[in-house]
Nanobody
Framework: QVQLVESGGGLVQAGGSLRLSCAAS????????MGWFRQAPGKEREFVVR???????NYSDSVKGRFTISRDNAKNTVYLQMNSLKPEDTAVYYC????????????WGQGLEVTVSS
């Protein structure tokens, strides 16, 4: 019954912005980190960013300074504000969550397409 549902993707021009959201349900996510991975066409899935229950964040170098993650613990929802988008950001974005204690990602969303045109 645990579900992570992403929303907010779409098509934007280079330099534009998008705001993704990931709503988790089915259990309490206290003590869990939540974050985003992405997979570009022809490439392996890569880590983008995560945020802990306490608000501590970790960003990949490729998005640091352009993307901002935030979390509403009361809603079990994480947001990803993506600014200054580049064509290289085009990918399917996956929301993921896991226990901080294990460092694993136990739950995954179905994926959200983001396309940035040049």
């Amino acid at each position: 019954q645990v579900q992570l549902v992403e929303s907010g993707g779409g098509l934007v021009q280079a330099g534009g912005s998008l705001r993704l959201s990931c709503a988790a349900s089915g259990r309490t996510f206290s003590g869990y980190y939540m974050g985003w991975f992405r997979q570009a066409p022809g490439k392996e899935r890569e880590f983008v960013v995560r945020i802990g229950w306490s608000g501590v964040t970790n960003y990949s170098d490729s998005v640091k300074g352009r993307f901002t993650i935030s979390r509403d613990n009361a809603k079990n929802t994480v947001y990803l504000q993506m600014n200054s988008l580049k064509p290289e950001d085009t990918a399917v974005y996956y929301c993921a969550a896991g226990p901080t204690a294990t460092g694993t990602y136990d739950y995954w969303g179905q994926g959200l397409e983001v396309t940035v045109s040049s």
